[in-house]
């Protein structure tokens, strides 16, 4: 299954993405490509893939991407290998709402889910408390950050990023419960239910 997790920049997405990949078995991370720069803490094939613009044009144009959007200026895409490399394992995108709205157009059988912060007066001082972005690029955060939330209604669930602990529990239980669905364990039921129809 494909999880598409969303969310205005600065709500917490990566950390309760990386709560639910220590948490919880067979679920990876699909890794993006992106033009911006490396942050210092930032590793290289596991946070992203840091490409050239030239490059990610270029895999733009041999159709690479199952989702790509420009974002505060630099571009973002997810590529088709990231979310076929390892079918038997479920997959997690962190990417913006342009990107959930490409992959919900392309993969029906998605789940989407969005992260919101608990006011907009928290996601603006969690973005000045954490230190990576000059004055000018938080408002266009912000800014861009009112305008993402108008999105929510198009998302299947809603995770109100309020306290860690909460969050990161609500995020997990809703691929514990989608991994339940009958839909999905059809294949694995079938020794069970057989067993059911023999005499004794």
Known sequence: MIYVISGPSGCGKSTLIRRVLTGLAGVRFSVSHTTREKREAEVEGKDYFFVSQDRFLRMVEKNSFVEWAVVHGAHYGTSRRELTKDRNLDVILDIDVQGAAQVRKKIRTAVFIFIL???????????EERGLDSAAAIRK???????EVRSITS?????????????G??????LRCWRARLAVRQKSLGPIL??????G
């Open 117 to 127: 912060p608990p006011s907009f007066r928290e996601l603006q001082k969690r973005m």
């Open 141 to 147: 955060r912000l800014a861009t950050a009112r305008k």
């Open 155 to 167: 998302f299947d669930y809603v995770v109100v990023n309020d306290d860690l602990e909460t969050a």
């Open 169 to 174: 529990r609500e995020l997990e239980s809703i």
């Open 194 to 199: 057989r067993s059911f129809r023999g005499k």
